[in-house]
């Protein structure tokens, strides 16, 4: 009985123009020595593709290998079904406009939940009382308090993820890195239970 392992590949979106998705395209094949036996398996042929996304369940993928090698073991390292995205490859032209768009729009968003949350927990008294106790004079001096405090606010969230210095735990996720991967999973197992 042949052990074979197959690892899913990192995949990038193909363009719509694919026909066909060969197993060597959604797969590393171990041992090398049976990638050039079943690593030309077509497991997909679209004649039309009109859908951004395809499922591929991996009873199909077992079906397959086994009709080229019916005494294979195969041993899947992630056992989840395997989804691939479709797109036209064109050129965005609008890509920077929306990515300065919705950068407004988050800014915008994050100064008023900042400021609002200020005024919820009264900060400018607790500022001046602060001021007050250094200096004896809060309208002069609160100025010189808050300018800081505002520039510290900012570059306390690039150093909460991570951004700020590049060397610092330079291969560690960022918070929002792990947010990102995990709102990735979330979708393609929505995908996966739609198809």
Excluded: W
């Excluded at 066909?20 to 797969?27: E, M, P, V």
């Excluded at 890509?95 to 609002?116: A, E, F, P, W």
Aim: with cysteine; hydrophobic share 40%.
């Amino acid at each position: 009985m042949e052990d074979i392992y197959l690892i899913p590949i990192r995949l990038n979106p193909f363009n719509f123009t694919t026909k066909k998705i060969y197993l060597k395209d959604i797969y590393y094949i171990y041992p090398k020595e049976y990638e050039q036996e079943i690593g030309n398996i077509c497991i997909r042929n679209y004649e039309n593709q009109n859908s951004n996304y395809d499922v591929i369940h991996i009873g199909e993928v077992i079906d397959k290998v086994k009709k080229k090698i019916s005494t294979a073991h195969i041993t899947f390292l992630k056992t989840d079904d395997v989804i691939i995205f479709f797109n036209s490859n064109k050129k965005d032209r609008t890509k920077y406009l929306r990515v300065l768009l919705v950068s407004i729009v988050v800014l915008m968003g994050s100064i008023m939940g900042i400021m609002n949350f200020h005024a919820d927990v009264n900060m400018i008294h607790s500022q001046s009382t602060m001021v007050n106790a250094l200096t004896k004079n809060p309208k002069k001096y609160l100025p010189y308090f808050q300018i800081p405090y505002s520039i510290g606010i900012g570059l306390g969230v690039a150093l909460f993820f991570n951004k700020f210095i590049p060397t610092y735990a330079k291969n560690e996720p960022s918070p929002l890195d792990l947010k990102m991967k995990s709102l990735n999973k979330e979708i393609e197992n929505e995908l996966r239970n739609t198809k």
